[in-house]
């Protein structure tokens, strides 16, 4: 209540006291009542006072309780998490006594697997000093048995020798051309002929074999060659190959002696260029190439070094194109395009005229070709051309060797000793070069029989050679000591 309700109920209480009171004592007492009034009135206001105060701070006491009991509340909540984690550290604590027993047991059983362990190394120890003992007798007989089994060991791991195989068969399969005059050539008539025949002849008679009757000679196309060869249906490779860097690494095959150094150049149809009188002047001449040759890469490289254009024709045949006229021009090795041009001008089966341009535009050396890693008899294939080499190098022929100065080292070398050819198991004779100059003669001698008439005398010379087709004189296939690029390594 306020100041004024209090005053009016202490006048009234006051009034309600003196009534019967009259006259100047009861002025007094009203005088002295309104003084204790007022007095009481101020108490009441100081009261009043610390009332209003005592308030303000029960608003404070409240304030701060609230306070306490969010706190008290966020205490309650931490308490809980953290008996939450003491339940988990107990569960793990039980899990590592748990692991801990574990272990216990099994360090007991570790103790006794060691234990056994040790008797066992004991049982070994004693099972190796036996093994020695044993070992020491094993060791007198291997040593015994090493040198014997060693030697069986090398022969049953090395290939089996070409040459071992030929001997066994009784013949050998000699992969040719059967359609190239001079180098490969089939006549109904007379049979095979050619330089690369009288190569296969040659290596036959050195070998022992007769080179009438013991020969196969299988076709060996350009794009089956290499894959006789590999397969062992042919023994050896003499048909107008090419020796280069990628058929040398790249496939089954060991190059031997090169027998023909050749080149390629172009055979033209002059009815459609008759002022060709160069391959400079083919720009925009259709070519027929033989597929599966060196041919088609050496005349795009021709023809892109001199900035002119041309339409490749491809064949498998490529001379019967040409003939046909399904090209303008024809590019292959020298001694093909001479062979063709020479056939077709004999049974007049081309009616226009042709020319071979005079540009030889590629190192084609023709060689021999064995398997790879089959080292003895590639050795003879190259040493039987060296042989007829050196025989016309020494002038000795197939109508004198048997008659020649033996008391040469040279020659005698030459006509009586194997020089080391052949296997264990198959060594050649040593007159096996007396085999191959009865069967062929010399290198002057087959080339004469291939290219000219047959007369040469096999000592005097390219220049003594006539009726060639292609003439040896002058070019690289002459001896060395006629400029050329024909020569045999020492035979000794």
Excluded: H
Aim: proline letters at 2%; aromatic letters at 8%.
């Amino acid at each position: 209540m306020n100041g004024k309700t209090t005053t009016l109920i202490f006048l009234l209480v006051s009034s309600a006291t003196l009534a019967g009171c009259t006259g100047e004592d009861n002025l007094d007492t009203i005088t002295e009542l309104e003084q204790d009034a007022l007095v009481q009135n101020e108490r009441i206001e100081a009261l009043n006072l610390t009332v209003l105060s005592m308030q303000g701070m029960m608003l404070e006491l409240n304030e701060t309780i609230l306070s306490l009991n969010g706190q008290n509340t966020a205490l309650d909540e931490q308490i809980l998490t953290y008996l939450s984690d003491i339940e988990d550290l107990n569960y793990q604590i039980n899990q590592y006594l748990d692991q801990i027993s574990e272990l216990d047991e099994l360090n007991l059983s570790k103790t006794e697997i060691i234990n056994q362990l040790n008797e066992n190394i004991t049982s070994f120890n004693e099972l190796i000093t036996q093994l020695d003992s044993q070992i020491l007798i094993l060791d007198t007989q291997i040593d015994a048995a090493y040198d014997e089994g060693r030697a069986q060991g090398i022969i049953d791991a090395a290939p089996v020798s070409t040459l071992d195989t030929i001997i066994d068969r009784g013949t050998m399969k000699c992969g040719v051309k059967d359609s190239q005059y001079g180098m490969g050539y089939f006549d109904p008539d007379t049979g095979y002929s050619g330089l690369d025949i009288s190569y296969c002849q040659a290596v036959a008679a050195a070998i022992g074999l007769d080179p009438m009757t013991d020969i196969e000679y299988i076709l060996a196309a350009g794009y089956n060659r290499f894959e006789l060869l590999a397969d062992g249906t042919i023994d050896v490779l003499i048909r107008t190959t090419t020796w280069t860097t990628t058929r040398d690494a790249q496939l089954d095959a060991d190059f031997g002696a090169i027998n023909f150094y050749d080149g390629q150049s172009i055979l033209v149809n002059k009815d459609v260029f008759p002022n060709a009188d160069s391959a400079l002047d083919l720009d925009g001449a259709s070519i027929c190439v033989a597929i599966g040759s060196t041919s088609a890469g050496n005349i795009a490289d021709y023809f892109a070094t001199n900035g002119m254009s041309y339409q490749e024709v491809e064949a498998w045949n490529d001379g019967p194109a040409f003939a046909d006229e399904q090209c303008d021009a024809l590019t292959g090795d020298l001694s093909s395009l001479v062979s063709m041009k020479w056939m077709y001008e004999q049974d007049d089966s081309v009616e226009f005229e042709m020319a071979i341009m005079p540009e030889v535009i590629s190192k084609e050396p023709l060689a021999s070709v064995t398997r790879d890693y089959d080292t003895e008899w590639n050795e003879i294939i190259s040493w039987v051309w060296y042989g007829m080499v050196t025989a016309e190098e020494l002038g000795i022929t197939s109508t004198n060797y048997m008659n020649a100065d033996t008391s040469n080292p040279s020659v005698d070398r030459l006509l009586n000793q194997n020089l080391g050819l052949g296997t264990q198991s198959n060594p050649l004779p040593a007159n096996w070069m007396q085999s191959v100059l009865s069967a062929v003669g010399n290198y002057g001698e087959i080339y004469d029989n291939a290219f000219c008439d047959g007369t040469y005398d096999g000592y005097s010379g390219s220049n003594s050679m006539t009726n060639c087709l292609m003439s040896r004189s002058g070019t690289l296939n002459a001896l060395v000591s006629e400029g050329g690029l024909q020569y045999a390594p020492p035979m000794r």
